[in-house]
């Protein structure tokens, strides 16, 4: 999935590989998009990425998958 990530000030987009867990934070100023947590770092994706093509999990399953890797 395409993310927006901050460095130097700048947005660079990134791809956050297939099967990585992220973690809706809330809502971005920006109302297209919304922030998620991956392995600690905040990143932006668009609401209708994140709708169509993410798969969601029980808050259970992302522990236990998080914890194994």
């Known amino acids: 999935m395409m993310v ?5 000030n700048h947005r ?3 791809t956050i590989p ?3 867990i992220l973690k809706v934070v809330g809502p ?4 297209r998009f ?4 991956v392995k ?3 990143f932006l994706v668009f609401e209708c990425d994140l709708k169509y093509r ?5 808050e259970k399953k992302a522990k236990s998958a998080s914890n194994a890797g």
């Open 54 to 58: 993410g798969k969601p999990i029980s």
């Open 18 to 20: 297939a099967g990585e």
């Open 34 to 37: 919304v922030v998620v947590d």
């Open 12 to 14: 660079a987009a990134l």
């Open 28 to 31: 971005a100023q920006d109302d």
């Open 4 to 8: 927006l990530a901050f460095r130097d």
């Open 40 to 42: 600690g770092e905040q």
